[in-house]
């Protein structure tokens, strides 16, 4: 099934961001140019992932809930559900021909989701079991670490979803864990002016093409510099540098230094 190379679309959807939004990166250069490394950054709004993935030289990996891969799902619910004229007896050939295209167009989509460097994960996994749910996500870390041990660079946002509040909140252990168990980098970096951003009053506002979007990508935390300890010490003490960072990150350049204090919004 033909697919769409990443470079293009990459250069694409750039293009098309820095024409219609005003886009200010640093710290290009301090992504790894090869090798297994983790990047991560604070989240507030859907248009961080695309801003992060075009401005990187190197090919992310991200891990998105799985109906992201497939809106074929959710477009033939909409179509045929209970009392859509769809649904009629007479337009059963229709149905098996709309079905079919959106089975085709879904497919093509994961696929070109992967080839762009997609992962489908179950988001709040319970399975039948209070066990089940726990190897899932035993197993999850796990890819994750075989993926950094590959040498892919994947990234994570700690907070574990978008801000609510426009303010960043404490990160999760997940991140620093697996990054430990691989041993490989971590890239820190921080965006801020995005919160709210891809939303219909920003739109209708005109907001979005007025505001400046800052991300900063910060220098990395090698191997060598995590702190020492058993994985859990470890985990927790990094994660508590890596939140400090990732903060200062969302900062002018004039601020970065100061202590965090009171909150912000992003």
Same mark, same amino acid.
């Given at each position: 099934?033909?697919?769409?190379?990443?470079?293009?679309?990459?250069?694409?959807?750039?293009?098309?961001?820095?024409?219609?939004?005003?886009?200010?990166?640093?710290?290009? /250069?301090?992504?790894? *140019?090869?090798? %297994? #490394?983790?990047?991560?950054?604070?989240? $507030?709004?859907?248009?961080?992932? !695309? +801003?992060?993935?075009?401005?990187?030289?190197?090919?992310?990996?991200?891990?998105?809930?799985?109906?992201?891969?497939?809106?074929?799902?959710?477009?033939?619910?909409?179509?045929?559900?209970?009392?859509?004229?769809?649904?009629?007896?007479?337009?059963?050939?229709?149905?098996?021909?709309? /079905?079919?295209?959106? *089975?085709?167009? %879904? #497919?093509?989509?994961?696929?070109?989701? $992967?080839?762009?460097?997609?992962? !489908? +994960?179950?988001?709040?996994?319970?399975?039948?079991?209070?066990?089940?749910?726990?190897?899932?996500?035993?197993?999850?870390?796990?890819?994750?670490?075989?993926?950094?041990?590959?040498?892919?660079?994947?990234?994570?946002?700690?907070?574990?979803?978008?801000?609510?509040?426009?303010?960043?909140?404490?990160?999760? *252990?997940?991140?620093?864990?697996?990054?430990?168990?691989?041993?490989?980098?971590?890239?820190?970096?921080? +965006?801020?002016?995005?919160?709210?951003?891809?939303?219909?009053?920003?739109?209708?506002?005109?907001?979005?093409?007025?505001?400046?979007?800052?991300?900063?990508?910060?220098?990395?935390?090698?191997?060598?510099?995590?702190?020492?300890?058993?994985?859990?010490?470890?985990?927790?003490?990094?994660?508590?540098?890596?939140?400090?960072?990732?903060?200062?990150?969302?900062?002018?350049?004039?601020?970065?230094?100061?202590?965090?204090?009171?909150?912000?919004?992003?």
């Amino acid at each position: 099934m033909f697919t769409i190379p990443r470079a293009p679309a990459q250069g694409l959807v750039k293009a098309l961001i820095d024409t219609f939004f005003h886009v200010e990166v640093t710290g290009v /250069e301090n992504i790894p *140019a090869e090798g %297994g #490394a983790l990047i991560i950054c604070n989240h $507030t709004d859907l248009i961080d992932v !695309p +801003i992060q993935a075009v401005h990187s030289p190197r090919r992310i990996i991200y891990l998105g809930k799985a109906e992201l891969f497939e809106p074929d799902k959710a477009i033939s619910q909409f179509l045929f559900q209970e009392g859509s004229p769809l649904n009629a007896p007479g337009l059963g050939v229709v149905r098996g021909a709309i /079905e079919a295209t959106l *089975a085709t167009i %879904g #497919a093509a989509h994961r696929i070109q989701l $992967t080839e762009w460097g997609g992962q !489908p +994960i179950v988001r709040n996994f319970r399975g039948e079991t209070a066990k089940a749910a726990v190897e899932y996500y035993k197993d999850l870390e796990d890819f994750m670490v075989g993926l950094l041990e590959q040498g892919h660079m994947l990234s994570i946002y700690p907070e574990g979803t978008r801000t609510n509040t426009g303010v960043m909140a404490p990160f999760k *252990a997940l991140a620093a864990k697996i990054a430990i168990r691989a041993g490989v980098p971590i890239v820190p970096s921080g +965006i801020s002016g995005a919160f709210k951003f891809l939303t219909l009053e920003s739109f209708l506002s005109g907001r979005m093409f007025r505001t400046a979007i800052h991300y900063n990508i910060g220098k990395p935390f090698q191997p060598d510099e995590f702190p020492p300890g058993d994985l859990k010490k470890s985990s927790k003490e990094l994660t508590a540098l890596l939140e400090k960072q990732v903060y200062a990150l969302t900062q002018h350049p004039e601020r970065r230094e100061q202590s965090r204090g009171r909150a912000r919004v992003l």
